[in-house]
T-cell receptor
Framework: TQLLEQSPQFLSIQEGENLTVYCNSS?????LQWYRQEPGEGPVLLVT?????EVKKLKRLTFQFGDARKDSSLHITAAQPGDTGLYLC??????????FGQGTRLTINP | EPEVTQTPSHQVTQMGQEVILRCVPI?????FYWYRQILGQKVEFLVS????????KSEIFDDQFSVERPDGSNFTLKIRSTKLEDSAMYFC???????????FGSGTRLTVV
């Protein structure tokens, strides 16, 4: 069974600080996706990383896929209150199936 | 921006009743999915659908569940005889490639009483 473990599960920091969220597995994934989910809404895709070692940037967010394609990280620089939300990583684990992590609930305090 | 539309947004049903959750995927997408999220838990894969047939399903997707694409636009999930433990948010998603990320709908909150 493929599992993705996200850490930390909860993170509360001050505006302007940097943070990193981790997504780890013992399994290899063909791609890894990061989503953001607001309360009562569906996940919204932020980025997909496909190649081992790949780094993608989305404004202040930097996503990295591990060399072995088993782990990923999301780094936010100079966090803002608008970054508050639930961040989910999801690995493509088979024919058209995503395995989700349990999520990281991020709170940015003004 | 194209959206995946789900109806209804909320559904309350009595245990043992049948429910049909409806989804309109993005029009040029070819891959369709149902996921569910029990309150406070992970998003879980239920089923994927491509070329008018199920391509993969999870252990959760037992004989009580079925999916259908009755016409060119709708994609439905039927739960034949609902149980209390079926209470969850059900998300429909679609993808053009099946690889580079999905577009999820806003979900249907199903409450079985």
């Amino acid at each position: 069974t493929q599992l993705l473990e996200q850490s930390p599960q909860f993170l509360s920091i001050q505006e302007g600080e940097n943070l990193t969220v981790y997504c780890n597995s013992s399994s290899v994934f063909s791609s890894l996706q990061w989503y953001r989910q607001e309360p009562g809404e569906g996940p919204v895709l932020l980025v997909t990383v496909v190649t081992g070692g790949e780094v993608k940037k989305l404004k202040r967010l930097t996503f990295q896929f591990g060399d072995a394609r088993k782990d990923s990280s999301l780094h936010i620089t100079a966090a803002q209150p608008g970054d508050t939300g639930l961040y989910l990583c999801a690995g493509a684990g088979g024919a058209q199936k995503l395995v989700f992590g349990q999520g990281t609930r991020l709170t940015i305090n003004p | 921006e194209p959206e995946v539309t789900q109806t209804p947004s909320h559904q309350v049903t009595q245990m043992g009743q049948e429910v049909i959750l409806r989804c309109v995927p993005i029009s040029n997408h070819l891959y369709f999915y149902w996921y569910r999220q029990i309150l406070g838990q992970k998003v879980e894969f239920l089923v994927s659908f491509y070329n008018n047939e199920i391509s993969e399903k999870s252990e959760i997707f037992d004989d009580q569940f079925s999916v259908e694409r009755p016409d060119g636009s709708n994609f439905t999930l039927k739960i034949r005889s609902t149980k209390l433990e079926d209470s969850a948010m059900y998300f429909c998603a679609s993808s053009d490639t099946g690889i580079f990320g999905y577009t999820f709908g806003s979900g249907t909150r199903l409450t079985v009483v």
